[in-house]
Structure formats: C-alpha cells, structure tokens
C-alpha cells in the first residue's frame, strides 16, 4: 500500500483558506487519494476523495498532482470549527481498507 | 438512517476480563472494520469483513476477535483484557469497490475502553 507523508501541524486565521498538503510518491494508478478529519474524539468524517482530477464538494477541494505524487486539501474559508486531525488515505482499488497515518493537526486561530 | 452505531460509550475492565463491543450499521454496507485510536496517534485497522461470514486481519489483530453472521453487526470481542488494549474503538462501514468509483467509509462514535 502507498504511503502518505504529511505536516504534523498547521495554523489556518479564521476566514483564510487552510492549504494541507500531502506526499504519496509511490501511489499506484489505481489507488484513490482520499481526505478524512477527526474532530476532537469524534469518530472520523469523510470529506473527499480524487483519483486524477480535482475535485470540489461543499466541504473541500481536493487538488492532485499531474504526477499524483502529491495533493492538497483547501478548506476555503476556514472556521474555528475546522479545527481537527486531518488524515490523507491512500486506499488499494482492489480491496476497501483504510490505512490511517498521524495526520496534520490544524489549528484555526480567531 | 441511524448509520453506524457503537455500544457502549464506554467501559471499564480489569485485567484478564472479557467483553464485546458491538458495533451495527443500518445502510446495507458490505465491508466492516475496526479501528483502535491510542492516545495522540492516528487509527490502526484491527479487523476488517466484505460481507457476513467472511473476516480477515488487520494491522493489529493480537487478542481480539470479530464475527459477522449477518450485513447489519460486527462485533469485536476481547478474550483476555490487557492494559495494552485501554484505547478507543472505532467501527466503521462502507460500500465495496465498484469499478471506477470510490466510496468513503462512515465511522461510529467510538467506545473509549480502559483495561485496569
């Protein structure tokens, strides 16, 4: 299964865009880059998920790499309830598990 | 839709007792797991199943055990508890792989386990 290397942590002001990036140099073709966040304890929440284009939904954006080596969550505008444990996932196309890394902490800061 | 539920909320144990934390889902997801979450680290994938009667390991299966006789329950079982195990749990379920799609995974809220 590919890797993923990301920032321990982050600070975002309220009301920027917070740009978490994330390192999968040995992703395969088929594998799909996917987004998660774990606020406090809570169980995790998907945000989304790409393969090779960008992708856009209520939440995020996802940017991925020509190369797909790389990619980038945005959060637009973020709130102080943006503050989490955002995880990027590598999933395997030929089974559904999810592999969870450490993470980047963000902090959204008034 | 409740989607996927946990009980209990939590627990306390001592060593060398057992128990179940059982988990079910009411959005006819095929695939389940199990997770574990120590303190300031990220999720390891203890057990995972693609459909009622079929599990298979994780990424640290040592001293739990999981069934699935039916879609909608996965429940985690705890033989001997250990210090080692205090942590939280979480299950979750998701739609298989369909050629071309992705589908995302929907967590329960946890069950915070601490094993004295």
């Known amino acids: 299964d590919a890797k993923t290397t990301q920032p321990t942590s982050m600070d975002c002001a309220e009301g920027r865009a917070a740009n978490l990036p994330c390192n999968h140099s040995?992703?395969?073709?088929?594998?799909?880059v996917y987004w998660y966040r774990q606020i406090h304890s809570q169980g995790p929440q998907y945000i989304i998920h790409?393969?090779?284009n960008n992708e856009t939904n209520e939440m995020a954006s996802l940017i991925i790499t020509e190369d797909r080596k790389s990619s980038t969550l945005i959060l637009p505008h973020a709130t102080l309830r943006d503050t989490a444990v955002y995880y990027c996932?590598?999933?395997?196309?030929?089974?559904?598990?999810?592999?969870f890394g450490s993470g980047t902490k963000l902090n959204v800061k008034p | 839709n409740a989607g996927v539920t946990q009980t209990p909320k939590f627990r306390i144990l001592k060593i060398g007792q057992s128990m179940t934390l059982q988990c079910t889902q009411d959005?006819?997801?095929?695939?389940m797991y199990w997770y574990r979450q120590d303190p300031g680290m990220g999720l390891k994938l203890i057990y995972y199943?693609?459909?009622?009667?079929?599990?298979d390991k994780g990424e640290v299966p040592n001293g739990y055990n999981v069934s699935r006789s039916t879609t909608e329950d996965f429940p985690l079982r705890l033989e001997l508890a250990a210090p080692s195990q205090t942590s939280v749990y979480f299950c979750?379920?998701?739609?298989?792989?369909?050629?071309?799609?992705?589908?995302?995974?929907?967590f329960g809220q946890g069950t915070r386990l601490t094993v004295v």
């Open positions: 199943s693609v459909g009622a009667g079929i599990t």
């Open positions: 959005m006819n997801h095929n695939y």
């Open positions: 790409g393969l090779k």
């Open positions: 040995t992703i395969s073709g088929n594998e799909y």
């Open positions: 979750a379920s998701s739609y298989p792989t369909r050629q071309g799609l992705g589908t995302e995974a929907f």
């Open positions: 996932i590598v999933r395997p196309l030929n089974f559904n598990k999810f592999y």
